[in-house]
């Protein structure tokens, strides 16, 4: 059973950074891309970034200079760096592989 964890949200003060990460046990993270997004409750979920296997990335426009996506194959791990964080970042961050969710980890930006 592939299983997805993702970690490092919690609490920040307005323009502070957080990394989160996303770990996984399954050999799906070698040949599929990572994806991150977020959702907040009663909206539909927003794609922010992704990366291949190959380290291809791609980011939403709405976080592209502030958030960096990365990739350790090793440890089949993936890590976005959240930079310069707004309230209007407050939310639910999931990663998926594939069609693999993890559970979810809170962020939120508040003073």
């Known amino acids: 059973q592939v299983q997805l964890v993702e970690s490092g949200g919690g609490v920040v003060p307005p323009g502070g950074s957080l990394t989160l990460s996303c770990t996984t046990n399954?050999?799906?993270?070698?040949?599929?891309?990572v994806k991150w997004w977020r959702q907040a409750p009663a909206i539909q979920r927003e794609f922010l970034a992704q990366i291949s296997p190959t380290n291809t990335v791609e980011y939403a426009e709405s976080v592209k200079g502030r958030f960096t996506i990365s990739r350790d194959g090793a440890k089949k791990v993936s890590y976005l760096q959240m930079n310069n964080l707004t309230p209007e970042d407050s939310n639910v961050y999931y990663c998926s592989i594939s069609t693999n969710w993890g559970q979810g980890t809170q962020v939120t930006v508040s003073s």
């Open positions: 399954s050999k799906i993270f070698d040949y599929y891309p």
